[in-house]
């Protein structure tokens, strides 16, 4: 594996910063030098090899044959200094030894700090897989909260929209109902003119009818209108209730992914209005039903009315003429009429 001149330049640098920092005491552990290198296992683990070699190599003498010379010149001394070079070779070996056991010792202490870091690695990617599939969780809660939440939304609005159609049609009655009622009154007014100038006795009748039934209906009318004005008022509070009810669900939306506990507090008090604006909606719906109750009395008023009144200008077709003698002082009854 080749590596690059900079990266091994790092991994020693930290590694020779760390064991000043530990006295020289104990060798930095593979995982304390790739943190503060900044490179992966396998090259910091690689590098760690040999610089632990270097700081754990010695020079060691090397055992050489006495020549023959020396034997001849220095026979007497040759045992104690034979004996002298065998504990250097000694030594020597017991040196290399030594660091080979040493290498071999910090060997097994890397491949021990290597198989922690694995595992330890291996832990934290558990965590954050385990972490990860909770907060996916978490989103699709939220997600699902949000589409039931628009499709109350979408029904409420729906029902808002059948509300405001029935109160458009309820009022067109009313305009419907009021042009009748004006049609009602001219004829009236005409028949009560004709019936006038043959009888003066059913003229006044009819006066006093055409007032009554006048004064029913206008009071009537002002009945209809503070209904149309509640029912108004009515629809115009259910959506204030419907935009109020939005901006809550748009906040829990938002609020969905940070605090969940608060997002279920939210949407038990959004279903609580929910519930006000059917009921609110229901009601509107009675009064708009009492409403054509009342629309219909009206005209069933009126059918009897105009039932009245012609049964009444028959009856007076059937009635002989009576000839009156034109006088002054009635004559003066006429004008004053």
């Known amino acids: ?26 060798f930095p552990t593979v995982d304390q030098v790739r943190r503060a290198a900044r490179a992966d296992m396998n090259t910091t683990s690689a590098v760690m090899k040999e610089w632990r070699r270097q700081q754990t190599a010695a020079p060691a003498a090397v055992a050489v044959a ?38 071999r010792a910090d060997a097994d ?14 832990q934290e990617l558990d965590t954050c897989k385990q972490q990860l599939t909770e907060a996916q969780a978490e989103n699709m809660a939220a997600e699902q909260q949000r589409q039931e939440q628009a499709q109350e939304l979408a029904e409420t609005a729906a029902r808002l929209h059948e509300l405001e159609r029935r109160d458009q049609d309820a009022q067109q009655r009313i305009e419907e109902l009021r042009a009748e009622l004006k049609q009602e009154k001219a004829h009236a ?16 009748q009819h006066r006093q009818e055409l007032a009554t039934i006048r004064e029913k209906l206008e009071q009537q009318a002002a009945a209809h209108a503070d209904q149309l004005a509640a029912v108004q008022q009515q629809r115009d509070t259910t959506a204030q209730e419907l935009a109020t009810v939005k901006a809550r ?19 038990d008090q959004l279903a609580a209005e929910l519930e006000k604006a059917r009921q609110s909606a229901a009601e509107a719906r009675e009064q708009a039903a009492g409403l054509a109750g009342q629309l219909e009395a009206i005209t069933a008023q009126n059918k009897e009315l105009m039932a009245a009144i012609q049964k009444a200008q028959p009856e007076k077709k059937a009635a002989a003429p009576r000839k009156r003698t034109t006088t002054k002082k009635d004559q003066g009854d006429n004008d004053n009429d």
Do not use: C, G
């Open 1 to 26: 594996m080749e590596i690059s001149n900079d990266i091994r330049a790092r991994i020693i640098d930290a590694a020779d910063q760390l064991y000043q920092d530990a006295n020289r005491e104990r």
């Open 66 to 103: 006495i020549p023959e010379r020396v034997q001849d010149a220095m026979s007497a001394a040759l045992a104690t200094v034979w004996s002298e070079a065998q504990e250097l070779a000694n030594e020597s070996l017991t040196a290399a030894k030594q660091a080979w056991e040493t290498e």
């Open 109 to 122: 202490t890397m491949r021990a700090e290597l198989a922690d870091a694995y595992e330890q690695q291996a």
């Open 189 to 204: 007014e005409q028949q009560a003119t004709a019936h006038a100038q043959k009888l003066d006795e059913v003229q006044e």
């Open 249 to 267: 669900a748009e906040a829990q939306q938002e609020a969905a992914a940070d605090r969940q506990s608060a997002a279920q507090a939210q949407a």
